[in-house]
Every structure is written in structure tokens, then in C-alpha cells.
């Protein structure tokens, strides 16, 4: 769930930067994304830390020695669809 959550932002993002005629940088962290919709005139009312969270879910809990947990991934899911319903708007 981490993982696709963070996909689903990261997606979305990437297609609110296409839409508004902008090449979308080839990264994965959100923070980053979030600085080139911020140059467009695109604001993300999210934390940092929660943009590095989801950022960093994507990552670490796919290989072994770290596994979410439930709080893990429900805080993942409340991210991403924070930002989702935030960038349908611009769509």
C-alpha cells in the first residue's frame, strides 16, 4: 500500500505538470514535484514531512529489513489522497 500510494501522488503530479504544458522531472520525490508545481503557481497545502514520508514509503518498505505497519500505510493512503483530491482540481 505504501508503495502504490506514493504512485498514485507521484502520477497525478506528474499529470497536473503535462497538462499545464511542463516536462515533469524524472524523480520520484514528491518534495521535488512539489517545488515544480509550486513554479507553475500550484500550491500543495501538505507538509514537508509528510511529502517525505510518502517519498520515502515508496522506497524503503520494499526491500528487506524494514516492513510497514498498518499505521504505515493508512498514514500513506491518507497522503496520497490528500493530494490527489487536491490535483483533480487541475486536471
Same mark, same amino acid.
Given at each position: 500500500?505504501?508503495?502504490? /500510494?506514493?504512485?498514485?501522488?507521484?502520477?497525478?503530479?506528474? $499529470?497536473?505538470?503535462?497538462? $499545464?504544458?511542463?516536462?515533469?522531472?524524472?524523480?520520484?520525490?514528491?518534495?521535488?514535484?512539489?517545488?515544480?508545481?509550486?513554479?507553475?503557481?500550484? /500550491?500543495?497545502?501538505?507538509?514537508?514531512?509528510?511529502?517525505?514520508?510518502?517519498?520515502? /514509503?515508496?522506497?524503503?518498505?520494499?526491500?528487506?529489513?524494514?516492513? $510497514?505497519?498498518?499505521?504505515?500505510?493508512?498514514?500513506?493512503?491518507?497522503? $496520497?489522497? /490528500?493530494?490527489?483530491?487536491?490535483?483533480?482540481?487541475?486536471?
Amino acid at each position: 500500500m505504501c508503495y502504490h /500510494s506514493q504512485q498514485a501522488a507521484e502520477k497525478i503530479m506528474k $499529470a497536473v505538470l503535462i497538462r $499545464a504544458g511542463k516536462t515533469p522531472s524524472k524523480v520520484h520525490n514528491l518534495m521535488i514535484l512539489s517545488k515544480d508545481l509550486n513554479k507553475i503557481g500550484i /500550491s500543495i497545502n501538505i507538509p514537508h514531512k509528510d511529502l517525505i514520508f510518502l517519498s520515502r /514509503s515508496a522506497v524503503v518498505y520494499r526491500y528487506p529489513g524494514e516492513s $510497514a505497519d498498518i499505521s504505515d500505510a493508512e498514514n500513506t493512503i491518507r497522503i $496520497a489522497r /490528500s493530494i490527489v483530491k487536491m490535483m483533480r482540481d487541475y486536471l
